[in-house]
């Protein structure tokens, strides 16, 4: 089974975005495809993302429940301190990035993922760590 661990990124676009482009909506249906195979990752920290920011309450409820369907991959104290690696190898090499996205990164490496991303970030940890990219539709 193909696994995707979906980044905050590309979740903003899907639920956020009101005219998406043609090549936005290729994206967004890239994850209406992995969803529906039930190919879709996620983990608490890219939930926690996603519904912040969003004053309006009612607006939460309603985005916290429709991501309700989606359970929270385990995170491991293994991945926690392989992101620690991770962003201390990149750090050495002069690449800077947040603790969630090398958390996204262990998180995939040590389970066989790849990454859904729009953040171009990830172009740069992959120079210095061991990650699989989902190609962009």
Not at 22 to 43: C, G, H, K, P
Request: glycine residues 2%; charged residues 25%.
């Amino acid at each position: 089974m193909k696994r995707v661990l979906v980044d905050t990124s590309v979740w903003s676009l899907a639920l956020r975005k009101k005219d998406a482009t043609e090549s936005e909506q290729r994206i967004i249906a890239q994850l209406s495809t992995l969803i529906l195979d039930l190919d879709l990752v996620i983990i608490g920290p890219v939930r926690q993302e996603i519904l912040s920011g969003i004053s309006d309450q009612k607006k939460f409820t309603i985005l916290r429940e429709r991501l309700s369907i989606f359970e929270d991959f385990p995170i491991t104290t293994h991945d926690y301190e392989v992101a620690a690696q991770f962003l201390n190898e990149c750090r050495n090499h002069g690449i800077q990035g947040s603790y969630i996205d090398f958390l996204i990164c262990a998180v995939a490496a040590n389970h066989d993922m790849s990454i859904l991303t729009l953040d171009q970030d990830f172009q740069n940890y992959q120079e210095y760590i061991k990650i699989r990219l989902e190609k962009i539709a």
